[in-house]
């Protein structure tokens, strides 16, 4: 029973790491076509958000997977 409900609650992990980092690179890709000259700058911010979600979804799989070995 635990086991089943640490993966459907690691999977929202993912599925939310997904989600964010969609809207992160959509957004990116919009400020750059509004303002070319800025494009490296928004890189380099899309780059670092998208690996503090990763971090973040990393730890909300391990904590799931781990918390249901109860």
Do not use: H
């Not at 640490?6 to 929202?12: F, M, P, V």
């Not at 400020?31 to 690996?51: D, L, N, V, W, Y």
């Amino acid at each position: 029973m635990y086991g089943s409900i640490a993966a459907i609650g690691a999977g929202l992990a993912v599925l939310g790491a997904g989600l964010g980092i969609g809207k992160i690179g959509g957004s990116a890709m919009d400020a750059i076509a509004r303002q070319p000259e800025a494009s490296g700058k928004i890189q380099t911010a899309m780059i670092i958000a998208a690996a503090l979600i990763e971090g973040v979804a990393l730890f909300g799989v391990v904590v799931g997977l781990l918390g249901g070995n109860k």
